[in-house]
Every structure is written in C-alpha cells, then in structure tokens.
C-alpha cells in the first residue's frame, strides 16, 4: 500500500530539522556534541518506526498479499493452458477426436476408509467414475484432495492426467486450486523434500512465471502453501523400487497435501504388499477401451486410403479376443494408426496373424511397423534435424541393445561410455595417466634442476636430475603401468556427472572454526615437538622476529602459535567459503540432458582450477618450511616454483578427473559416431525421436515409449550380449551338459539382478526366472527355488469373487496348514475342472498336479501328465507356451531313466523357448509355481540326497586309480570360463570357449556321471 502523504511529509520535515540541527550543533560546539545528537535522532526515528508498524493497517497489507498470489495463480493457469509441448502432444492424439477413455473407482483392497477420504466421521461413499473431460470435477468432490489414477501400460494414464491439468476454464474462481502437471520421477525424497522439490520444478518448467519479481520463489512458495497448486503427479511406476517407497512414505506424512498421482496398477498392488494405503487417497482405474468405440474410432481416424481396409478389420474386432485384447488400450490403437498410415500398407494382415499367432504376434508386428512409420512420418517438431528412417531405425536398434546390455530401460547420457569395450577405456586411462606425468615433469623441470643443484645428498641429486632429464620414458611408464591396471580390474568406469555447489555458509564457517581450533592446536603441537628437537634456522628466527604482535617468547613456541593460528584462520575461512565442486549433479531435476552435461563440464573446469591453485599454493608451503627448517639451502626461483605447481596440479586434474562423465560421454560419442552407431548430435538424435512419439524424456533419461518395442529393436544385436545376456548364455551352455546346480546359479544371479534394476514383474526378469525354475527342478534344488521365487510379488485379490479365484484361496490355505498330498491333489484337480468350465487354460495348474503326482511317489502318473503337458517332448505345451517347472521335473525322470539324451533335448528346447515369455509378469502362474516348489521342498529331504551323492561318489572312486580324462579336462575349462565370464574384455571369449567344452560334456556317457557326482564343480553353483 502506498504510504499517506503526511507521512512522507513528516519524514521530509524530520530529516530537515536533522540536517540543520547536526550542522548548527557542530559549528557551536564540537564533534562529540554531533555524535551525541545523533544518538538522540537515532532514538526519535527508532520509536516512529515502532509505532508506524504498530498502527499500520495489516488488513490492507494482507489484502495486497492475497492479490499477488490470485495473480500468479491465474499467470500459472494461463501458461499450462497455452503450453506449446503439450499443445502439440495432444492435437497429434485427439486427431480426428479423443478416444474415449473411462475409469472408474478402485476396488476396496485398494481404497483406504471413505471416512479417511471424506475427512469425516460421516462420510459416505463417492462415486468417482466417468469419461474424458470430467475427471478434474470429480477431483474437486473428494474431500480430501488425493486422487490416485492407475490403469495397465498404455492404457493413457499420462494423457488422461494432462487432459485434467486443461480442464481448468479459462474464466477460474479465484480461491480455485490450478492443476500443474510434473513428472514424479525426477524427485529424490532422500535429497529433497516434496514442497522445496515442487517449487523448484515449477518456477523451471514455468520461467515466465513472476519473472519480473525479485523475490520470485517466495512468491511460488507462497502459492504452494496457500493451497493454489495441485500437482499432477506422472509415472510414478517409472522410478526405482527403493525410491517409490519412499516417495509414498513422505506423501503419506504430508497428510494435507493435496495431489494427483498416476502409476500402473501392478506397481502400486506390488507396493502395497509391503508399505501402507496412500493415506486419503482415493482411487480410479483406467478401463479398457471399448471394442465398438475401437473399431468406430480406427475406421475414422483411418486415411482414405485405408477406409475400407479398416473397416474389414473393425468388423473383427469384439469376435477376435486376441486382436481385441491387443487393441484395447490407447498406445496400441494409437500405434495401430502410424503402422498402417502409409500406402503400401494392408492392416487386414492383422487378421490371419491374430488368428493363427496370437496376440503377442500381432504386438511384435504392430511396434515394428509402428517404428518405421514414424520414422518416415513428417511429424517431429519445428527446428529439429530430421534422419533418413534407415538410419534413424539403425542407430535406435543399437541404443535399444545398448540398454538391453545394461538391464535399463532408461538411458543416461553417462551410460554411454559402457558401449565401448573395456580394453578401450584401459588404454584411454593409461593414455590420462601418462599425459599426466609428462605435463607434471615437464612443468616442473627447472624447479627440480634448481633444487638439484642446491641439494647436497649425491643421491637425491642425482635423482631430481634424472626425473627433470627424462619425463618422456617416465611418461611411457605410467601409462603402461595405469593401462595395465585399468585391464587387470576390468569393466568400465561409469563416473556420474557432477555440479558445482556453493557448500560454505554461516552453519559451515562454524563447524571450520571449530575444525581448525582443534586442527591449529595438532599442528601447534607438532611443530612444537619438532622445533624443540631440531635446531631452528636463522632465517626461521629472523622471519619470526619481523611478525608484529608476537610476543617475545623462544623460537619453539612463537612458531608453534603462529603455525595454529595461521591453521585455524586458513581452515575456517576455507570452510566458511568452500565451493564443493564435485557434487552429484542434480540428475533427477534436470530439464534436459544438456544441463547435466554443461553442469558436469563447469565442475570439470573449476576443478582443474582449484586443482592448480591449490597445487601452487603446496608448492610454495613446501619449499618455504624446507627453507625455514634449514633442510633446503637454498629456494628455487618463484617463476619455476610457479611452473612446477602448475605442472603437478595439471597432472593430477588430468590424472583424477580428466575422466569425467562428460570427457567420457565425448570420446565414447566420437569413436561410435565414427563406427556408424549413433549420430555425433545425439541429444539432438534423441529430440527427434521423442518428438516423433518414439521415447519419452523425463529426470533426466529417454525411455522407450514400450517396454516391447526396446526388446524388438535389440533383437539379433550383437551389441546386448553384455553383462547379464552373457551370464544368461553361460547358464545355457551348463544346462545343456546337464550342469542344472551350477546353471541354476548363474540363472539365479541373473535375475536378481534384473529384479534390482528393473523390475521383478519385467520380462527379462521373468524369462530370467524360468529358466531358473527349469534348471532348479532338474537338480532338485527347491529350497534355492523357494527363495528366489519369494522375489516375485503376490498376486492381489479379485475384484469379484469367481468359482477359480475362490479355488485358488482354498489351496494357498491348505498349503498353509500343511494339508496332506491327497487332499491337495483332490483341491487341484477340483481347479482344473473350475478352469476348464470357465474356458481358462493355465498350464502352471498342470505343472501343480504333476508336481503332486511326483511328491506322493507317482512318478508313472507325474510322468504321463508331463508327456501330455510337453506335446511328448516338444518344446513347450504345445501351444508356444513355456512350461519350465513340468521341463525340469520330466528332464529328472528321464535322467533316472537312462535317457540323458533325452532329457537334454526337453531341457535346451524349453530354454530356447523361456525367452518367448509373455510382456507382462503373469502373477497367478507365478504364485501356482510356488505351490508346486513348495510341495516338492517338503518331501525332499535335499541335505541327505547330498550326503547320499557324496558318499556313493567316495565309494566309487575307492580302488580306482587317478586320472584325468577329458571330463576333468573339460570341467576346469568350464571353471576358468565361470571365474571370467563376468569381465568386460574376456566374458564373450569365455562363453564361445564354454559352448566348445559343453560340446564334450554333452555326450551321454558324460551326463550321467554328471548326475551322480557329490558336489558342484563350484560354490557358487
């Protein structure tokens, strides 16, 4: 508000009346009277301001607050509505209409209480269901606030959630909160917290918002706090496991914070098996489209052209349950649209390929095809380079396999260097490393001639002077030395970009003031001992006598409380000022990949600076206690003491962070630009794409739009048999010599691993742990199955109760009480009979009832069961469906046979065919497993089949002379292949060489004596 005239009046006439007054007090008295008037005007002013702030209006300045903040709300509101990204996002979806998209509300095992929703005792249920264009007027009758929004992959949570953020009308009330949609994946809640995160994204994706105010983040904090921002909160499933936890650990302490959140369905069931309900939250879930609105929306949308090619295929679909299930999500009738938008095209090939192939068939064909047209569309935004589709399609399949190497389904800019392989990046070290020595010697060259000269030791004379002759061969010699270590450790440096982040403050120049206190007292005291040992020098005691305000005490001392003071000052002034400049780069809030890349340089820089300043600074320390302490003679000249500090502090930038993220990200891009792999512009290459509806770009990392379509470009790559694929082989190869134990380990890790970096309801997750599943019930190992399966989720309940799903709970309690074999049996086939009236087929209901069979010692019923399920030997059932553990169990009982070549074939068969693994983890078969490893762990007594192994190997081999044949011979190859197959240089040599050896291991006469031996060839088998 702006003050009333009188007070500026006043304020004009008080400051007059000082100016005369202080001049007419000096020229009568003197300046102490001045000071002393002053004093007495200091007191007036003081006591007007008190009483100013007392009496002024705070209505009027709470009014002027509340309309800065409306303001920055409606400026808010306007720039998400006319956003230009998402303008163009969705004219290319709603092409030539919106699809229509329902929800409706959650389940209750989902749902907290709807008084916890209603924030009231009193509250009743809400229904929350409807269509597009209504969800944000069903967010604001929750009372609570807290929306959860799931659906399946592609089922269009992400575009339902950015349609809700642009149903705010242009012409908003006032007090009415304004949808702001982020991506959830680029908060860290170990790092920050939700309100200090969310400020922050917003004034970043929004930087015209109050632009022109100094005091801009009060102003976003303030329109946080005052409940004006809903954040739209997307793709929380695409975040690590550890860190969605606690993302909904601290959303459930926020209790008041309203939000809305999307995830897939089977991520949040997941976490709900191990942490608590979104408190409040109340919950809708994205349905499958309709079959007729699908087929009315394809012939439609669909080019002249293809009108009537469209219309054969919406004829089919809702009588086809393969084509309709495939087309019963956004992202794959939106894929659908781009494959066959071309001339040339026929969607009718949909058809026959549903019919006879199945529904994965028809995914595999649409995304390949999908691909293509999007690379020969001219959509893409404005300003962007645009690649030839063959190229575009060649660079894409290697960054897919790339990822697929690495088990990600993100790819960072930092990753890139591990493409290349390990040997490469050796010599690149060794090549820092020698670069390093040589700049240091040679920088320091006349410092070390000079110091030579002055040293009286023959022997380090002669020493300086051989290292300042000789910094070429020293060169050499480092980098042989670095690149052979770099070799010998193996793998490939994956340094993370970092930042340069203020660190100092008020907090910090305490903690330095308390450090160097105690850290000047040591050096005081050390400096004490040694000079009351030693002589001191007299240029010491003449320097010391030239320090003012030293009293005069013995040389010891003067120099011991000048060593701590100087320690204690240079220690808190640092800290009060330190600049960190090796901080992790703010990977997660970054807008674009750019920006950690140019903030990963600037640390770069500024580390190779305060690399060589302080370097600089040790040098002249150095050579000024030396002197002082009469070690050194004489000093060399400050030019070449310069140099030589230069000259070390180049090297060791060079030597320690001359490998930084982004030199790695450089030279890796050059060398496969130059291969023909990726294009040089590759942040560029990836734009493109994006804008072309390939990837998705958020915290930092681009994404396949489908995990799919990331398997079908790698497919046939040379380049994804890296790290896990190579230990995944190696499994296969010792399967196929009968080997299960050591192969069941090699398969275990495998999955493991995947379960931690992406997933345990991932594909290559599970194809992982199928083959695990079939090589584990081939050795009998339940007990290790039991384990490994406890990775995989639960299956959630039903939504509705059904004659299998009540079956189905009936056995997981029978298992639980322990129930007899026969009861069980009876429950199973009960099942399989609710199955068959229900038109369902579930193989792993075969595979529980063969595993019953084989625990009650049936093994001619389990064996008849297992032939049929199998298609009398063939890979899988018969139908391309894999059926591990029924594999594992028949391989057993033809090895008890004799028929080790047999059981070799039914094994390798299913192998290859465990890849074959359906997109989404099928949690019901995966918990009917179970029930199967679990009754086979019961009636195994797996520690006396051991000993029982062991002690009929020791007989056997009692009276029979030593020798070594080429199954020794063998097995310590397949030794040193195991013990190498996990380095980045000789991993593919290990698996070509085990793929020779298992070639001798295989024969027949080999596999049962395999069978019979007492132990693993490893431990770790």
Same mark, same amino acid.
């Given at each position: 508000m702006r003050r009333p005239m009188w007070k500026w009046g006043l304020l004009t006439v008080? &400051?007059?009346?000082?100016?005369?007054?202080?001049?007419?007090?000096?020229?009568?008295?003197?300046?102490?009277?001045?000071?002393?008037?002053?004093?007495?005007?200091?007191?007036?002013? &003081?006591?007007? @301001?008190?009483?100013?702030? !007392?009496?002024?209006?705070?209505?009027?300045?709470?009014?002027?607050? !509340?309309?800065?903040?409306?303001?920055?709300?409606?400026?808010?509101?306007?720039?998400?509505?006319?956003?230009?990204?998402?303008?163009?996002?969705?004219?290319?979806?709603?092409?030539?209409?919106?699809?229509?998209?329902?929800?409706?509300?959650?389940?209750?095992?989902?749902?907290?209480?709807?008084? &916890?929703?209603?924030?009231?005792?009193?509250?009743?249920?809400?229904?929350?269901?409807?269509?597009?264009?209504?969800?944000?007027?069903?967010?604001?009758?929750?009372?609570?606030?807290?929306?959860?929004?799931?659906?399946?992959?592609?089922?269009?949570?992400?575009?339902?959630?950015?349609?809700?953020?642009?149903?705010?009308?242009?012409?908003?009330?006032?007090?009415?909160?304004?949808?702001?949609?982020?991506? *959830?994946?680029?908060?860290?809640?170990?790092?920050?917290?939700?309100?200090?995160?969310? @400020?922050?994204?917003?004034?970043?994706?929004?930087?015209?918002?109050?632009?022109?105010?100094?005091?801009?983040?009060?102003v976003l904090r303030d329109l946080v706090e005052a409940d004006l921002v809903v954040p739209v909160l997307d793709g929380l499933d695409e975040m690590p496991e550890q860190r969605l936890i606690a993302c909904l650990e601290q959303l459930n302490a926020l209790a008041t914070q309203r939000f809305v959140l999307t995830c897939r369905s089977s991520v949040y069931e997941r976490y709900l098996t191990q942490g608590e309900k979104l408190r409040g939250a109340a919950v809708v879930v994205l349905e499958p489209l309709s079959p007729a609105e699908v087929a009315d929306y394809l012939v439609d949308a669909a080019p002249y052209h293809q009108a009537e090619n469209w219309s054969t295929v919406a004829a089919t679909i809702g009588d086809d349950t393969e084509l309709t299930d495939v087309l019963s999500t956004p992202l794959m009738v939106a894929m659908a649209r781009t494959a066959f938008d071309q001339p040339g095209t026929d969607p009718r090939d949909l058809v026959p390929l549903a019919r006879e192939q199945g529904s994965r068939s028809v995914e595999d064909d649409l995304l390949t095809r999908a691909v293509d047209a999007a690379l020969r569309s001219g959509r893409g935004g404005q300003g962007l380079h645009r690649w030839e589709p063959d190229t575009s399609r060649r660079y894409l399949a290697f960054l897919a396999a790339h990822l697929e190497s690495l088990d990600q389904r993100e790819f960072r800019w930092w990753q890139l260097p591990a493409a290349l392989p390990g040997p490469f990046w050796a010599i690149f070290d060794g090549l820092r490393t020698g670069l390093a020595a040589w700049v240091a010697l040679t920088y320091a060259h006349d410092a070390l001639t000079a110091t030579a000269a002055v040293t009286s030791e023959p022997g380090i004379r002669d020493l300086l002077n051989a290292i300042a002759r000789n910094p070429d061969g020293l060169g050499v010699a480092a980098f042989l030395l670095a690149g052979c270590a770099a070799m010998l450790r193996g793998g490939t440096a994956r340094d993370t970009p970092r930042r340069v982040l203020f660190a100092g403050g008020r907090w910090a120049l305490r903690d330095g003031m308390i450090g160097g206190l105690v850290g000047g007292t040591f050096w005081a005291f050390v400096t004490l001992t040694l000079l009351s040992t030693v002589?001191?020098?007299?240029?010491?005691?003449?320097? +010391?006598?030239?320090?003012?305000?030293?009293?005069?005490?013995?040389?010891?001392?003067?120099?011991? *409380?000048? @060593?701590?003071?100087?320690?204690?000052?240079?220690?808190?002034?640092?800290?009060?000022?330190?600049?960190?400049?090796?901080?992790?780069?703010?990977?997660?809030?970054?807008?674009?990949?750019?920006?950690?890349?140019?903030?990963?340089?600037?640390?770069?820089?500024?580390?190779?600076?305060?690399? *060589?300043?302080?370097?600089?600074?040790? !040098?002249?320390?150095? !050579?000024?206690?030396?002197?002082?302490?009469?070690?050194?003679?004489?000093?060399?000249?400050?030019?070449?003491?310069?140099?030589?500090?230069?000259?070390?502090?180049?090297?060791?930038?060079?030597?320690?962070?001359?490998?930084?993220?982004?030199?790695?990200?450089?030279?890796?891009?050059?060398?496969?630009?130059?291969?023909?792999?990726?294009?040089?512009?590759?942040?560029?290459?990836?734009?493109?794409?994006?804008?072309?509806?390939?990837?998705?770009?958020?915290?930092?990392?681009?994404?396949?739009?489908?995990?799919?379509?990331?398997?079908?470009?790698?497919?046939?790559?040379?380049?994804?048999?890296?790290?896990?694929? +190579?230990?995944?082989?190696?499994?296969?190869?010792?399967?196929?010599?009968?080997?299960?134990?050591?192969?069941?380990?090699?398969?275990?890790?495998?999955?493991?691993?995947?379960?931690?970096?992406?997933?345990?309801?991932?594909? +290559?997750?599970?194809?992982?742990?199928?083959?695990?599943?079939?090589?584990?019930?081939?050795?009998?190992?339940?007990?290790?199955?039991?384990?490994?399966?406890?990775?995989?989720?639960?299956?959630?309940?039903?939504?509705?109760?059904?004659?299998?799903?009540?079956?189905?709970?009936?056995?997981?309690?029978?298992?639980?009480?322990?129930?007899?074999?026969?009861? +069980?049996?009876?429950?199973?086939?009960?099942?399989?009979?609710?199955?068959?009236?229900?038109?369902?087929?579930?193989?792993?209901?075969?595979?529980?009832?063969?595993?019953?069979?084989?625990?009650?010692?049936g093994p001619d019923a389990a064996r008849a069961l297992l032939d049929r399920l199998l298609g009398s030997g063939s890979a899988g059932d018969g139908f391309g469906r894999s059926v591990p553990l029924a594999a594992g169990l028949l391989a057993r009982l033809l090895l008890d046979d004799g028929d080790a070549e047999a059981a070799l074939a039914v094994c390798h068969h299913e192998l290859l065919l465990t890849d074959q693994a359906p997109d989404r983890a099928d949690l019901l078969l995966l918990q009917t497993w179970s029930w199967s490893v679990e009754v086979l762990r019961r009636v195994t007594d797996e520690h006396g089949d051991l000993l029982r192994r062991i002690r009929a190997a020791l007989a056997e081999q009692r009276g029979r002379r030593f020798a070594l044949t080429r199954r020794e011979f063998a097995e310590m190859g397949l030794q040193m292949c195991h013990a190498t197959v996990g380095h980045a240089t000789l991993g593919p040599l290990a698996v070509a060489v085990s793929r020779r050896l298992v070639g001798v291991l295989a024969d027949p006469e080999i596999v049962v004596l395999t069978a019979r031996r007492g132990a693993p060839i490893w431990h770790a088998g």
């Open positions: 008080v &400051a007059a009346l000082a100016a005369g007054g202080t001049g007419w007090v000096w020229l009568r008295y003197d300046f102490e009277k001045v000071n002393w008037a002053w004093g007495v005007i200091a007191g007036i002013i &003081a006591v007007y @301001v008190v009483l100013d702030q !007392v009496f002024t209006n705070r209505p009027a300045a709470s009014m002027a607050l !509340v309309t800065h903040r409306r303001a920055a709300a409606d400026q808010l509101a306007d720039l998400i509505r006319r956003d230009p990204t998402d303008d163009t996002l969705l004219r290319a979806i709603d092409e030539p209409y919106p699809l229509p998209v329902r929800w409706s509300t959650g389940p209750a095992r989902l749902l907290p209480s709807w008084r &916890a929703i209603g924030r009231s005792s009193d509250a009743a249920p809400l229904d929350l269901s409807g269509r597009d264009g209504a969800l944000w007027s069903r967010y604001r009758s929750i009372p609570s606030g807290r929306l959860l929004l799931l659906g399946r992959a592609g089922s269009g949570k992400s575009i339902t959630a950015l349609r809700m953020a642009r149903e705010l009308p242009a012409h908003r009330d006032p007090d009415t909160p304004v949808p702001v949609p982020l991506p *959830v994946a680029s908060w860290d809640p170990d790092r920050e917290g939700f309100t200090d995160w969310l @400020v922050d994204r917003i004034a970043r994706r929004y930087p015209q918002l109050a632009a022109e105010r100094p005091d801009r983040e009060a002589t001191p020098s007299p240029e010491l005691v003449e320097w +010391l006598d030239r320090v003012p305000g030293l009293p005069p005490w013995s040389v010891p001392v003067r120099a011991a *409380v000048l @060593v701590g003071v100087l320690w204690w000052v240079y220690f808190a002034v640092t800290a009060g000022l330190r600049v960190d400049v090796a901080a992790p780069a703010a990977e997660l809030g970054a807008t674009s990949a750019a920006e950690t890349i140019d903030a990963d340089r600037a640390a770069s820089v500024a580390a190779a600076l305060t690399t *060589v300043a302080a370097a600089v600074l040790g !040098v002249f320390v150095a !050579v000024a206690l030396l002197r002082l302490t009469g070690v050194l003679p004489a000093a060399p000249s400050v030019t070449s003491l310069a140099y030589a500090g230069m000259g070390l502090g180049l090297g060791w930038w060079l030597h320690r962070r001359a490998g930084a993220a982004w030199v790695r990200f450089a030279v890796a891009r050059a060398v496969l630009a130059v291969r023909g792999r990726i294009p040089f512009p590759l942040l560029a290459f990836l734009a493109y794409v994006e804008s072309v509806g390939l990837l998705r770009h958020g915290a930092g990392a681009y994404r396949f739009r489908h995990g799919r379509l990331q398997s079908r470009l790698a497919a046939g790559s040379l380049t994804g048999r890296r790290g896990s694929r +190579l230990r995944e082989e190696f499994g296969i190869e010792l399967a196929r010599a009968g080997y299960w134990t050591e192969a069941l380990g090699a398969f275990a890790a495998v999955a493991r691993t995947r379960a931690a970096s992406i997933g345990s309801v991932d594909r +290559l997750t599970v194809a992982a742990l199928r083959k695990a599943l079939l090589a584990g019930a081939a050795a009998g190992q339940w007990t290790r199955l039991a384990d490994l399966l406890a990775l995989m989720p639960a299956p959630s309940p039903p939504g509705t109760t059904t004659p299998v799903s009540e079956q189905r709970e009936r056995i997981a309690r029978l298992l639980v009480a322990d129930t007899s074999l026969p009861e +069980l049996r009876a429950a199973a086939e009960e099942l399989r009979r609710r199955e068959d009236d229900d038109t369902r087929t579930d193989t792993g209901t075969d595979e529980f009832l063969a595993a019953l069979h084989y625990a009650e010692g």
